[in-house]
């Protein structure tokens, strides 16, 4: 009796992973991927800002501008109002997430040849290379060991 109750509890189990296989492939081709947005609509406008914002060539920004346009995701007067919101805002927010990605770095080198370039093509001046080493070297110079140290006093109750 306990062969046959094993051999059908295994069966059973068999039938179960044989439906969850043909099951699950079947139900995965059904589910569609959603749909890309046909518009900048206020749930997805902040990332292609800031997508935008990143690209440091002006023709290649406003291309994307203008390809957005033609699909009819944006219009002409978003399309302007984007166009002087990047000219306006590019330097200043490309810089600092340069900056901010500068100063994670951890290997001082690359930060060195990084800002060497920047000199060199002109982008930052020799008094700003040096203002943002000098917060790496702030920022990743290891704190030195603090020793703690105890005083005890003693107080005395005279009569």
Known sequence: MTKKKWLIIGLVVVALIAVLVVSVPVMAADASPPAPPTQITPANKP????????IQDHTTAFGYVEQAEAAGKITSDQAIEIEQFWTLHHAQFAWNFVLRRLLRTQ???NVKTYLDKAVTNGKITLDQENKVLAIWEAIHTPVPATTTTSTTTTTTNAP
């Open 47 to 54: 990332g292609a800002i800031i997508r935008l914002l990143l």
């Open 107 to 109: 290997n001082e080198s």
